[in-house]
């Protein structure tokens, strides 16, 4: 049986322009006053205590600025942020490589640790066989703060695809993978055709180490 191609994308600073989305979504809350003053105390004070022992915990896993929430509510916000910026943050470049990919008959896979509700929106989510994000907690219709399930970063892509290759009989030597950052360098060293994407400079020296290419 003839094996099948995967192209993997990393969603922040790979198709998202800059810093992240959830980062543009909050500035955006910011911005517009939605949030009060307890959500972003809930925040800091969730850093504050996490970061010396576990930073990513502290900085990635952070959704403190949601917890007390109504889904809802929430769900308005995404919209208008949505129908506001979306468009102007993604690169047209790399959307249109991700539809090359999918019409030569690759599976296409978006693994970001973003969370679900910022990303079920987007406009290029139909040109992806596979999606994966992280949850939200709830309960009894109020966000806690809390991711729920898997967060996807560092190793647990890297543990992903391996299994997403099994499962699909997909061969990774011959498979693409395109990132941002120091934290993929993992995930893209599993791959045949890794290429950084706007990178990172942890990413750079990587890049030039193993000659791996850069899309531009």
């Known amino acids: 049986m003839k094996s099948s191609i995967m192209a993997v994308f990393d969603l922040d600073g ?3 322009v800059g810093r992240s989305i959830e980062n543009s979504f909050i500035k955006y809350l910011l911005k517009e006053r939605k949030l009060k003053t307890n959500n972003i105390f809930n925040s800091i004070a969730y850093y504050l205590k996490k970061v010396w022992k576990d930073p990513v915990e502290a900085v990635k896993r952070n959704k403190m ?3 007390g929430i109504r889904i809802k509510e929430v769900d308005l ?3 208008e942020f949505m129908r506001e910026k979306a468009k102007e943050l993604i690169s047209p470049k790399v959307v249109d490589l991700i539809k090359h990919h999918k019409n030569i008959g690759h599976i296409t896979v978006l693994i970001t640790g973003d969370i ?3 990303v079920d929106p987007l406009p290029f989510n139909q040109f992806f066989d596979y999606v994966y994000t992280a949850g939200l907690e709830t309960a009894d219709g109020i966000y806690t703060g809390h991711i729920k399930g898997r967060h996807y970063y560092g190793r647990s892509k890297t543990d992903l695809v ?3 290759a099994s499962k699909l009989c ?3 030597s011959q498979s693409y993978c395109y990132a941002n950052s120091k934290s993929d360098i993992d995930l893209m060293s599993v791959f045949g055709y890794p290429v950084a994407v ?3 400079r942890h990413l750079k020296k990587a890049v030039l180490m193993h000659k791996w290419k850069v899309f531009e």
């Open 162 to 164: 391996m299994q997403l």
């Open 14 to 16: 790979t198709i998202i």
């Open 170 to 172: 997909a061969d990774l």
């Open 198 to 200: 706007t990178p990172d």
């Open 116 to 118: 679900k509700i910022l």
């Open 77 to 79: 916000w995404v919209e």
């Open 65 to 67: 600025y949601l917890k």
